[in-house]
Structures are given as C-alpha cells and as structure tokens.
C-alpha cells in the first residue's frame, strides 16, 4: 500500500476532489519535523496526479511542500539546478504540456521563490499559458467556465505579468526579446476576443518596458499601473498628441504614416511624423523589431495605438 493511502483518511480523495480534512492530515503527517523529504513530496506528486479538480486549499499545500523540498535541497541554497528544473518537468509534463493548476502555480511559486532558475523554466511555463489563451486548453482553462480560445483572463495576466517579473527568472523585472515576441504574438491572436481589460495594460506596459529596458524599468508600482491604466482608458489613440499629429502631418491618415516613415525610418515627405517618432528612448534595432510588428499585418489594431500613445506620454515626461 503506497504512502498516499496512508496519509490519507477514509473518503479522502474521491472521484477527483479532495477534501479539507484530508489535506489537513497530509499536513499533520508531513510537517512535524519541519521538512519533506524525497518520499513525501513523490508521494505528494503521485496524489496530484489523481486530484482532477484542485481546490485552493490543496494547491497552497501542494505548492508549499514541493517548494519547500526543492529550496531545501538546492546548492547552493536558493538556486534551483539544471537537474532539479529537469526532474520537476519530467514528473509534472504530459506530452508537452501541463495539465493542472496546481503544477502551473508551482512552477510560478518557484520563479517568485528561488534566488535563480534554469531560464527554460521560464520558457516552458509562458508556454503552457500561450497555448492557454490561443487554444482555449490548459492549467489556466477548467472548471464550469473558461474564456474561448483566442481571448486572455485576468487569471491568464496576473500569471504572465508573475512569470515576467519574477526574481528567479532570466532578466528579472526586465522584458525580454523573447516575451516581447509572446506578448505580440497573444495580441494577434486575440484580436476578437471578449479580453480582461488588464490584458491592454500589461501588453502596452511590458512592450513598453523591453523597448525602453536600457533604462532599467522595473515592474511598475500599484501607484503607476493605476496612472497607466487611467491614462490608456482617457486618452483617444486616435486624436491629440503624438497620434494626432500623425494623423494631422500625412495626407493618407494614420496608417499610411505608420507604415510609410516606420521606426527610425526617414522619408522626405514625411519628415515631420519621423522626427515625432525617431526620438524615443530606444536603440535603432528595437525601432526596427517594433515597426516590423506593427507593419505584419498591414493595419494598426487598438492595442498597437495604445502602445503607440504610452510611449509618446512616456517620451513627453521624461523630457
């Protein structure tokens, strides 16, 4: 008889869930000494397998017990290795893919936890989520209700703004080349989606944060996401400021002027737009990368206009 069933009362775990008491034995079994050890969390591991319908309860201990065997058992202390990353992958992936919220918070917990953590740890959790939100399956997409594919939560954000901005991760509090593509590739793919309105913030504000990185943009404070926020839901992209005068200085209107001058692009007729547009704080490579993403589809979508606005503002305050 495995460890599971002894851990577990009678009726403890039934046709997927698992109950309240059941997880306070768990509890009571494990933690008296103060640590898990390698038996415990496989056993821990092996009932997750079996626990269909997660409740909050169960994934804190769930989250809680494994972190806390990895943590105690990394070397250097705080750093999760190579082979550490690898076993928790192997235990936890099913073809490529996740398929609990308990297993998703996890890998989550530990990029918040850990001093440091292989950066395809990172890599594989944005997956799962990205897939989530394209394809309308997994850890994120359970229960009685779910969004459809092709539109992102508010669950779906707090996790990739977590993940992002995560300590542990590669370039904390830094947007990366490769979130940066994630970001816009999310975008497009809901487009026509009923979104959270938090998805609009985190995309213009993690775009934003990649471009202008150099200059050491950390994870916004409440105070600030609270300013942006207010700004992108006051301000029409499509008048006024920086956008307007984009619109005022070409003869063929918005879009013409985005995808006629570009990013750090100059063209004679349009010299006026492209003064407007060549002084933000960013590297010629990235006004580069910026306007190929704004030109793929040959029109300026809503969030693009947004991001667009918020740089303009950005730029203005700063001088």
Not at 173 to 183: D, G, N, Q
């Amino acid at each position: 008889m495995t460890m599971q069933f002894r851990f577990l009362p009678t009726d403890g775990l039934v046709d997927g869930d698992i109950s309240d008491e059941a997880i306070l034995a768990l509890r009571r079994q494990i933690w008296p000494d103060g640590l898990v050890d390698a038996a415990e969390v496989e056993e821990i591991l092996a009932i997750n397998e079996d626990v269909r319908r997660p409740s909050a309860a169960w994934i804190a201990f769930f989250v809680e017990a494994v972190t806390e065997f990895l943590h105690a058992t990394s070397h250097p202390r705080g750093t999760l290795s190579e082979a550490q990353a690898d076993w928790l992958i192997l235990r936890m992936d099913r073809d490529g893919r996740l398929d609990s919220p308990a297993k998703l918070e996890l890998l989550v917990h530990l990029l918040e936890k850990m001093d440091a953590t292989p950066d395809r740890m990172k890599a594989y959790i944005l997956v799962q989520i990205e897939r989530a939100v394209v394809f309308g399956a997994g850890p994120t997409r359970g229960g009685d209700w779910a969004p459809a594919a092709g539109e992102i939560s508010a669950e779906e954000c707090a996790l990739l703004r977590r993940v992002i901005f995560a300590p542990g991760g590669f370039g904390p509090a830094r947007v990366s080349a490769e979130e940066a593509e994630m970001l816009f590739r999310i975008k497009d793919a809901t487009l026509d989606g009923d979104n959270a309105p938090e998805w609009k913030t985190l995309f213009v504000q993690g775009i934003a944060n990649y471009l202008q990185g150099w200059q050491g943009l950390a994870l916004p404070t409440a105070e600030q996401e609270l300013a942006h926020e207010r700004f992108l839901a006051a301000r029409d992209p499509g008048i006024g400021g920086f956008l307007g005068s984009m619109v005022r200085t070409s003869p063929n209107g918005l879009l013409s002027a985005v995808r006629g001058g570009g990013f750090g692009r100059r063209q004679p007729a349009r010299d006026i737009v492209a003064e407007e547009r060549a002084d933000y704080a960013v590297t010629p490579v990235e006004k580069q990368w910026l306007d190929s993403r704004i030109e793929a589809d040959g029109k300026l979508d809503p969030l693009e206009q947004a991001l667009l606005a918020f740089l303009q503002e950005e730029r203005e305050a700063k001088g």
